[in-house]
C-alpha cells in the first residue's frame, strides 16, 4: 500500500490543554434497493502535551492472520513538535521517521496576507456570465447555498454545538430535486478539539466521528519523541511510504 501524506498544514498549537483519547468513525449508507451498509472504522489514537505538541496514530489496515486484534497491523503515526519546528511520519515497518521542517504559525499567516494581497492585485478581470446553462448566468452562481445556526454549549466538555446545512439548488450538478447535507458539530472550547460530528447526505448517507475515552492528564513525553532505533530522512515537499499488507 502506498501512502503519500505530504506536507502537514498545521494551525497555531493549543498550550496548556494536554489530552488523550480515541477518535472513532462510523459510516451508514442505503442503497436503492434498502440495503443498509454499516463501517465502523478503526479506532485513531491522539495525544496532545502542554507544548501543544500532538500525536494521531492511524491503522491503515488489519491484520490478514487469523486471531490477530483490530490494533495489529501496520500504522502511520504523525507527530507534530512546535517547539523543534518540525513535524514527523514514521514508517513502523521500515523503522524510518520522515522530517519535515514546519513554519511556524506566524509566519504562515503572514505569508498568506502577503500572497492575499498579490493576488488582488494581479487579479485578471472578471468574465462575464454566460447564460442558457443551469446554475451558470441569469443571477444564479451554481454555488450551494450555507446555512449555519448555532446548537448551543453542552454542559460536559463545555462543547459548542453547530449546525451547517448545505443545500444544492435545482439543476446545478443535473438534481431534478435539492440536495442537501446537515452536518452537526460539537467542539470542546476549552480544549479547542472536536468531540463529536455528524453528517446525512442523501447521496453518501450518514457519518459520524466521535473522541471517546477522553484524559486531560499528560501524556508520556515520549510518545511526542523520535524512536532511537529509527532513521531519521529529510524530506522538503511530498514523499512516498510503502507498506505491506502482512
Known amino acids: 500500500m502506498t501512502v503519500e501524506p505530504g506536507l502537514l498544514r498545521m494551525g497555531p498549537p493549543v498550550m496548556g490543554q494536554p489530552y488523550s483519547g480515541e477518535l472513532?468513525?462510523?459510516?451508514?449508507?442505503?442503497?436503492?434497493?434498502?440495503?443498509h451498509i454499516d463501517q465502523k472504522r478503526d479506532v485513531s489514537l491522539t495525544y496532545r502535551d502542554s507544548q501543544g505538541r500532538?500525536?494521531?496514530?492511524?491503522?491503515?489496515?488489519?491484520?490478514?492472520?487469523?486471531?490477530?486484534?483490530?490494533?495489529?497491523?501496520?500504522?502511520?503515526?504523525?507527530?507534530y513538535d512546535p517547539v523543534e519546528g518540525?513535524?514527523?511520519?514514521?514508517?513502523?515497518?521500515?523503522?524510518?521517521?520522515?522530517?519535515?521542517a514546519v513554519q511556524t504559525f506566524p509566519e504562515v499567516s503572514q505569508k498568506s496576507s502577503q500572497q492575499a494581497q498579490a493576488d488582488v492585485t494581479n487579479a485578471p478581470a472578471k468574465p462575464p456570465l454566460l447564460?442558457?446553462?443551469?446554475?451558470?448566468?441569469?443571477?444564479?452562481?451554481?454555488?450551494?447555498?450555507?446555512?449555519?445556526?448555532?446548537?448551543?454549549t453542552d454542559m460536559?466538555?463545555?462543547?459548542?454545538?453547530?449546525?451547517?446545512?448545505?443545500?444544492?439548488?435545482?439543476g446545478v450538478i443535473g438534481n431534478d430535486k435539492p440536495l442537501t447535507r446537515?452536518?452537526?458539530?460539537?467542539?470542546a472550547v476549552e480544549l479547542k478539539t472536536l468531540l463529536l460530528s455528524k453528517c446525512s447526505d442523501v447521496r453518501s448517507g450518514r457519518s459520524t466521528m466521535r473522541l471517546k475515552n477522553l484524559d486531560r492528564s499528560e501524556p508520556d513525553p515520549s510518545l511526542f519523541q523520535v524512536p532511537p532505533d529509527?532513521?531519521?530522512?529529510?524530506?522538503?515537499?511530498?514523499?512516498?511510504?510503502?507498506?505491506n499488507q502482512r
Not at 232 to 239: L, M, N, P, Q, T
Request: net charge positive; hydrophobic share 30%; with cysteine.
Open 24 to 35: 472513532e468513525s462510523e459510516h451508514r449508507q442505503t442503497l436503492s434497493n434498502g440495503t
Open 230 to 243: 529509527y532513521t531519521i530522512v529529510d524530506d522538503r515537499d511530498r514523499f512516498t511510504m510503502n507498506f
Open 182 to 187: 446537515v452536518c452537526e458539530t460539537w467542539h
Open 86 to 100: 518540525y513535524s514527523y511520519t514514521l514508517d513502523t515497518q521500515k523503522r524510518v521517521v520522515h522530517r519535515v
Open 54 to 79: 500532538t500525536r494521531t496514530e492511524r491503522l491503515l489496515f488489519r491484520s490478514p492472520s487469523p486471531g490477530a486484534g483490530k490494533q495489529q497491523g501496520p500504522r502511520i503515526i504523525q507527530i
Open 131 to 152: 447564460a442558457g446553462r443551469p446554475g451558470v448566468g441569469a443571477g444564479a452562481t451554481g454555488r450551494p447555498d450555507i446555512k449555519r445556526e448555532s446548537l448551543g
Open 156 to 170: 460536559i466538555e463545555g462543547a459548542e454545538g453547530w449546525r451547517t446545512t448545505i443545500t444544492t439548488a435545482v
